[in-house]
């Protein structure tokens, strides 16, 4: 199709980089010192790139070029910031051996399946759901309750979060991974301080609206390390 794009004169081209920064759609990178357009599928035809521009090398032309996609966008972009964002958000999934039960190691072994565990880190979809138990815990539980490992994170995929601390609603993210993934159940570990409902309530929340009946439990651990009863 004849639609409009933009086109760089490499020649005029600094290097500066500022369009490259500027095109929200990651259209444009910079190959050997110049700004390039990488795919024309990726190009709205805006020209947010333009005005960024301090040498005019920027400008609109008419031709022959694949049709804007979106969703092509979207994909670039998410592969963009998992290459080159925080590490702590990169998505790692960990084989565990069968657990040693012995006394000598009792205690000792992590059962973390997966990375990132903070819920405003944790993707919406990642392999590690499927087929999952779901724990959601309050942060201070697994400081509080000395076998946390062994007792509840141990075959689940844990989220955690601070609800007093975190200025965000959980059960709405929560919401979007029952609802894309395949999770069995759902286990709730709280604290027992009144600060600490709101994680359940979250949780409560998120399985009430994904759309689908999940077994759900919630466990509350007293500020002496017990399980209240």
């Not at 639609?3 to 050997?32: F, Y």
């Not at 969703?71 to 702590?88: D, Y």
């Not at 609802?179 to 409560?204: D, F, L, Q």
Request: with cysteine; proline share 3%.
């Amino acid at each position: 199709m004849i639609r409009t794009v933009i086109h760089i004169n490499e020649e005029l081209c600094s290097g500066c980089g500022l369009c490259a920064s500027a095109c929200k759609e990651g259209a444009i990178a910079m190959v050997n010192g110049k700004a390039r357009l990488i795919r024309d599928d990726y190009c709205d035809g805006l020209g947010n790139c333009l005005p960024a521009c301090p040498v005019g090398a920027i400008s609109f032309v008419q031709r022959e070029a694949a049709a804007f996609d979106e969703e092509a966008v979207k994909e670039h972009l998410a592969r963009k910031q998992q290459a080159s964002g925080c590490p702590g958000m990169k998505v790692r999934t960990m084989k565990r051996a069968a657990a040693n039960e012995s006394a000598e190691n009792a205690g000792n072994e992590s059962h973390l399946r997966q990375w990132p565990v903070q819920i405003r880190l944790a993707p919406v979809s990642a392999a590690f759901y499927q087929g999952a138990d779901l724990l959601i815990a309050a942060d201070c539980t697994a400081y509080a309750y000395g076998r946390f490992h062994q007792d509840f994170i141990r075959d689940r995929i844990v989220l955690i979060g601070c609800p007093k601390l975190d200025d965000t609603d959980y059960s709405l993210k929560i919401t979007d991974i029952l609802a894309k993934n395949e999770i069995r159940s759902v286990t709730v570990v709280r604290m027992e301080v009144p600060c600490c409902g709101g994680i359940s309530y979250a949780a409560e929340k998120a399985v009430a609206r994904c759309g689908k009946k999940l077994p759900m439990q919630i466990i509350t651990i007293g500020t002496d390390g017990e399980i209240c009863r």
